[in-house]
């Protein structure tokens, strides 16, 4: 009987990222997905639109995962307004012995100053004191520290910051954003600071679209697999996203990004 795992997240179109990309990648690794929808995320060339679900349509997906009782850890990805953050920390208050990894998907073109503040203060003050693991790129984190991140230091300085609203282990993605051959990732548990490093996969065109859900839905896996052990879980996460990258899938004419494999690993060892 395989381990049941919970992902809280939007639906993407295109199935670059979120809830598609959060089933596909725990099923590589052996894990029963369930999923409650957040939004609708709908993608074209030129378009960019999510669709918050109703908050009726949101209570009764939660309460229909609520009669499971076996859950072996939360995955939370895009929450589209203050609302919908609330109602989720509600319900993984009923979880307080499994892990719960956030994902603070926020930093999109068509947020507005004003939402987004309200959005980041309802993030600190309501997910991360729950958060196991919080996985934000480095737009989220400035977004969330209120400053630039062009260095390592930065990026360190920023992790012991969000630290301080209570989540057990910060791990603020690089990707692309800083200067030089590899891609850089920190965490930070408290205590102790580990670097990851991966070479770049410079493409014509990126294949990242997803990166981010399906890091933190590996990270979700591996953590659970290996009783905790957030470093290691952290490399086989980052890991699984390379070979996701480097395999990736056009989407078609028009996009100027194409979508991470989750299914890449397996082709590689089947090869």
Request: proline fraction near 4%; glycine fraction near 8%.
């Amino acid at each position: 009987m395989p381990h049941k795992i919970l992902t809280i997240g939007g639906s993407d179109s295109l199935s670059g990222g979120g809830i598609q990309a959060d089933l596909s990648t725990f099923s590589e690794y052996g894990f029963f997905g369930l999923s409650v929808i957040t939004s609708l995320v709908t993608v074209t060339p030129t378009e960019f639109n999510i669709f918050p679900v109703d908050e009726h349509i949101l209570i009764t997906q939660l309460d229909s995962i609520a009669t499971v009782d076996d859950l072996v850890a939360i995955k939370i990805g895009l929450l589209p307004n203050v609302s919908t953050v609330k109602l989720v920390a509600n319900f993984i208050r009923l979880y307080p012995n499994i892990p719960i990894i956030v994902d603070p998907v926020m930093v999109f073109k068509e947020n507005n100053a004003v939402n987004t503040k309200h959005m980041v203060e309802a993030i600190c003050e309501y997910l991360l004191p729950l958060a196991t693991i919080v996985t934000p790129n480095i737009a989220e984190t400035e977004v969330i520290v209120g400053k630039t991140i062009n260095t390592r230091e930065n990026m360190i300085d920023a992790a012991k910051k969000i630290y301080q609203y209570g989540a057990k282990n910060i791990i603020i993605k690089g990707g692309k954003r800083l200067p030089g051959k590899k891609a850089v990732d920190i965490l930070f548990n408290g205590k102790t600071v580990t670097v990851f490093k991966e070479d770049k996969i410079l493409t014509s065109i990126p294949l990242n679209n997803g990166a981010g859900c399906t890091f933190s839905a590996s990270l979700a896996t591996c953590y659970i697999k290996s009783s905790g052990k957030i470093v290691e879980s952290t490399k086989q996460a980052k890991k699984f996203v390379w070979q996701g990258i480097k395999h990736g899938v056009t989407i078609g004419k028009g996009y100027n990004v194409g979508n991470v494999w989750q299914g890449s690993s397996r082709r590689i060892d089947c090869e």
